[in-house]
């Protein structure tokens, strides 16, 4: 099969962002499937309660139709609750909406997959998904509530789900229409060859952490040539991440990331993001102050020169932030190859 037409549009979406009065509406990309998928979405994890449901609304008023969540971040009653009252205000409908969750390791087994799918959509309030991606290719073993199973020496416990049997499971509950979209997070090149030979549904994206300092060059040309868009997650850098240290690299306070934002005009964020978008990815920015969500929604009216593209394009230095230590030791450990 061949996806030059799907390309074309990846190409094609940077033409103009749709604006309603103050509110930017982002373009979409085509997805392998035949739907859109807005190339902005507002990332959730480690949103909490009293943050996540006015973050949701603000995005959604300032034109974020995409929103990132997933079963282990918790918060999926609380996003629900917001997509609720946007839709009951009449600011957008359900179909407007791009909700994307994520299956976690404990729920690998064929036969939980559309339990673990039933549960996030019972707490976002939703009778479907737009995309429901497997958050890794490494299974957990479920024992009792536990999300992260470990063993004496803190490494992840498998119950030896090959993931070809879970992205099965997931075929499943996409044919039944319980999620319009199925894809992978976390998958590496020769993960995602043993998806496309042993599956018969193609991922429609790869989730991956990607921003200046992993760019995901030689990752991101693979899914493409499959015809497997790439979500960027993590695309400022994450530094509220838990285990951030003090001395660790801010990629927003990169001295020459700065310089660009100075001569666009833009902030250091904006840059990042544009420069993504502007590969034909897809970023999923977290934030919840208002006028971050709207800054990182507000990329559409400049254009990074290819000269400065490739100026961010130098930064890469394998900085990857999330190494998942703990599944280290697991057969599906993704981050051992190259990409
Ligand atoms: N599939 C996976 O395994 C996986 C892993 C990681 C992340 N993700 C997804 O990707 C999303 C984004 O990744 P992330 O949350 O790790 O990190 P991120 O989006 O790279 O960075 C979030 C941090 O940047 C700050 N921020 C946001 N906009 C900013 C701006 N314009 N200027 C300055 N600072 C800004 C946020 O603070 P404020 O909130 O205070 O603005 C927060 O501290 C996640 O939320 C999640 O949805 C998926
Ligand atoms: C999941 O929800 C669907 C739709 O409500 C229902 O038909 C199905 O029986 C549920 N499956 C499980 C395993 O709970
Ligand atoms: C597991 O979670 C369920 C639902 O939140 C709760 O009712 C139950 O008590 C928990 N079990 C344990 C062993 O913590």
Not at 172 to 183: A, M, N
């Amino acid at each position: 099969m061949t996806y030059t037409k799907w390309f074309n549009c990846v190409i094609c979406f940077v033409a103009s962002a749709m604006t309603l009065g103050d509110t930017t509406i982002a373009p979409t990309i085509k997805l392998n499937n035949g739907l859109d998928m807005p190339v902005i979405g507002l990332g959730t994890w480690k949103s909490r309660e009293g943050d996540v449901v006015q973050a949701v609304k603000d995005a959604i008023d300032a034109g974020y139709r995409h929103i990132d969540t997933a079963w282990i971040y918790q918060n999926e009653k609380e996003i629900g609750e917001a997509l609720k009252a946007k839709i009951d205000e009449g600011v957008v409908k359900r179909e407007d909406l791009f909700i994307v969750s994520k299956l976690w390791n404990t729920y690998h087994r064929p036969e939980d997959v559309e339990l673990a799918i039933n549960q996030s959509l019972n707490a976002l309030g939703l009778d479907y998904l737009d995309l429901y991606l497997m958050h890794a290719p490494t299974d957990f073993q479920k024992v009792g509530n536990t999300t992260f199973p470990t063993d004496e020496n803190g490494q992840a416990v498998s119950a030896g789900v090959d993931f070809v049997d879970t992205w099965k499971a997931m075929e499943e509950v996409y044919r039944k229409g319980l999620t319009k979209s199925i894809g992978i997070s976390n998958f590496n090149k020769r993960q995602i060859e043993k998806i496309l030979e042993k599956g018969s549904v193609v991922p429609v994206t790869n989730q991956v952490e990607c921003h200046p300092y992993l760019n995901q060059k030689k990752l991101a040309e693979f899914c493409k040539s499959k015809g497997i868009t790439l979500t960027a997650y993590s695309p400022l850098g994450s530094a509220d991440r838990p285990w951030a240290k003090p001395d660790d690299p801010k990629l927003l306070d990169d001295p020459n990331l700065k310089k660009i934002a100075d001569k666009y005009k833009k902030s250091a964020a904006q840059i990042v993001l544009r420069y993504l978008t502007q590969r034909g990815l897809i970023a999923i920015p977290k934030s919840v102050n208002k006028g971050r969500i709207e800054e990182n929604i507000n990329i559409f009216d400049f254009e990074l020169s290819p000269e400065d593209m490739k100026y961010v394009d130098s930064f890469d230095r394998n900085g990857r932030i999330f190494t998942f230590d703990w599944s280290s030791k697991h057969r599906f450990y993704p981050f051992s190859d190259e990409y």
